[in-house]
């Protein structure tokens, strides 16, 4: 049984409503999901549910960083940068196709967040903590290096520079594939399942009442230990369960906009200072370059969080300052993503100065919600969530779970022993590319989103007999569903490949293929289809124009 397909959604529900869980999660984000493939590989019989689909809240909106927040050595959040900084190198380890080194030049400015000396000690604690060691451990530039090393940079005002090592990643993937490892240890997921109510026993919470939204049908999850992992949804889950009292969440919106790369052709990513004293990132990702993030309190609606032009117009003025020559308008933005940070309130801070730790809280009926934390550190996250229900579960069933295993579970798309073995998988899938399908340079981009499941969808290529883009695509789009649990087109565009963010110009021409091959194998009628084109078009209207 294929529990990671889309057409498997009547096998799924079956599945989650006949058995009692050890442990039920509400949300399907990376919290969530490293909280499941966490519980699922100690032993626990686990289920999740996510009301949209998998890694459609902030985790698909970050700036796609496992890092350790260098920003927070300013702040004297030692404990996070530690935490965070040390998981660097696990997560790279787990899944290096994804999770991928990347040198990032911080620039000194006159009247700069950051001095010299301040610069080059944060980055030795900064490499100290991660144990980044030879040629990736920190490099203080002087003046000429830097702008030698990133020559669009202004020279009157940039007065030296550090390097140091961060790894990118894409933060959807990394959710999906951390799904899917769970699902291989026997977790049951499903996406487009919204918990509405809780159901009790004596005050004790015992299930959830969940509707399958695409089915419109309402069914039951009943589990002994219940986890709030919803990001910015968890004060509507906790006011639910009539919990929402002290501590509560502050949402902070951050915002990040994509180029063409021929327009901010940087050598290497850059985190730098903007004119308001913040700083932001700029990171060239194939054809394109981002940018982001702004940090602004957010009280509107959580779904489809909008991107003002306000926002836009922030991130080009702050690129246009330090990079006087690019002069970047708003016609060159090809795409944005706006994201919410659940963080933890904190009176009297604005949101850039509220600490990104985690915090559990549980309530008298038992509702574990997790809230803050980030992606980076989602590992030690779940570790200490399930380490927590572990321990209740042996005082409540005298049933022992063995200790967290994840440092050591590769994810789905590996095993890849090191960046060395990534680079020369790459060159062979380059090498079939080249023999089957001349000029269709996709090796760079299948690996890193696909890893070794790129082998899968080439050999799927072979059945389609179209040119090799389209062929590439509907090779994609049927694993995406078949295997990735896909049920929209939107999941495709957006969380399974990106190219609504990083290749919006070519899915003008592949649209239509995408929704007829949706239509093919989720048995689509005609007004299915026109609803889901609709769907799509206010997506791509959501993505490239603001106000
Ligand atoms: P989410 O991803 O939001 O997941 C919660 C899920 O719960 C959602 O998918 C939602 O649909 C679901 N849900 C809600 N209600 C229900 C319900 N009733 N039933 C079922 N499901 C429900 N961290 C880093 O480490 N590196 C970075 O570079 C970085 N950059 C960031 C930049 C920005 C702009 C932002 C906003 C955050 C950034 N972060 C970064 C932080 C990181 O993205 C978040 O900490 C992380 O993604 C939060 O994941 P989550 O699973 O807790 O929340």
Redo the contacts with the bound molecule.
């Keep these: 049984m294929n529990l990671c397909s889309s057409l498997e959604r009547p096998t799924i529900i079956d599945q989650l409503t006949t058995q009692t869980f050890d442990l039920a999660i509400?949300?399907?984000?990376?919290?969530?999901l490293g909280i499941a493939l966490d519980a699922a590989s100690r032993g626990m019989k686990v289920a999740l549910?996510?009301?949209?689909d998998f890694?459609?809240?902030?985790?698909s909106?970050?700036?796609?960083?496992?890092?350790g927040g260098l920003r927070y050595l300013k702040q004297f959040q030692i404990g996070v940068v530690r935490e965070?900084g040390k998981e660097r190198a696990v997560v790279h380890h787990l899944a290096p196709h994804l999770v991928v080194s990347e040198k990032m030049l911080l620039p000194l400015v006159k009247n700069g967040t950051y001095g010299e000396w301040a610069t080059s000690l944060g980055l030795w604690f900064y490499d100290m903590v991660a144990g980044v060691d030879g040629p990736d451990k920190r490099k203080m530039l002087s003046k000429e290096e830097t702008t030698k090393s990133e020559p669009l940079l202004r020279t009157d005002i940039v007065t030296g520079g550090g390097i140091y090592a961060e790894y990118r990643t894409d933060?959807a993937r990394l959710s999906i594939e951390v799904l899917k490892t769970a699902l291989q240890y026997g977790a049951i997921a499903l996406n487009y399942?919204?918990?509405i109510d809780f159901e009790y026993d004596k005050g004790a919470l015992t299930a959830l009442h969940c509707k399958g939204l695409s089915e419109n049908k309402d069914f039951e999850i009943k589990a002994h230990f219940i986890v709030n992992?919803?990001?910015?949804?968890v004060d509507?889950?906790r006011k639910l369960d009539n919990s929402l009292k002290g501590k509560h969440l502050f949402l902070s919106k951050?915002v990040?906009i994509v180029v063409p790369y021929d327009r901010l052709p940087l050598r290497q990513s850059v985190y730098f200072d903007t004119p308001d004293g913040r700083m932001v990132f700029a990171i060239p990702r194939m054809r394109t370059t981002y940018i982001?993030?702004t940090d602004t309190p957010y009280q509107g609606p959580l779904e489809n969080v909008p991107v003002d032009k306000k926002d836009v117009l922030y991130l080009l003025d702050a690129v246009n300052f330090l990079f006087p020559s690019v002069q970047l308008k708003l016609e060159d933005v090809e795409s944005t993503w706006a994201?919410?940070?659940?963080l933890i309130h904190e009176g009297g801070k604005s949101p850039s100065e509220m600490s990104r730790k985690d915090e559990i809280f549980i309530s008298e009926s038992g509702l574990i919600s997790i809230a803050g934390?980030?992606?980076?550190?989602y590992r030690k996250m779940a570790e200490k969530v399930v380490n927590l229900v572990a321990k209740i579960y042996e005082r409540k069933f005298e049933i022992k779970f063995s200790s967290c295993k994840t440092a050591d579970i590769p994810l789905s798309g590996g095993p890849f022993g090191s960046q060395k073995e990534v680079d020369a998988y790459t060159r062979e899938i380059e090498h079939r590319l080249t023999e089957q399908y001349p000029g269709l340079e996709e090796a760079t981009y299948l690996v890193c989103n696909y890893g070794k499941q790129a082998e899968m969808i080439l050999e799927k290529m072979k059945e389609f007999n179209t040119e090799p883009f389209q062929a590439l695509i509907c090779a994609e789009v049927w694993f995406a569903i078949f295997f990735e649990m896909a049920l929209y087109p939107a999941d495709f565009f957006s969380r399974r490949s990106g190219r609504l963010f990083f290749n919006f110009p070519s899915i003008g021409s592949i649209l239509e293929i995408v929704l007829a091959d949706f239509a093919h194998y989720l048995d689509w009628d005609e007004t299915t289809l026109s609803k889901e084109r609709a769907a799509l078009e206010r997506l791509f209207l959501e993505t490239t124009h603001f106000v």
């Design positions: 509400i949300g399907g984000g990376i919290t969530g549910v996510e009301k949209g890694a459609s809240g902030t985790s909106k970050s700036t796609k960083l496992i890092h965070v933060d399942a919204e918990v992992a919803t990001g910015p949804w509507k889950l951050g990040h982001g993030t994201g919410l940070r659940p934390g980030k992606l980076t550190g």
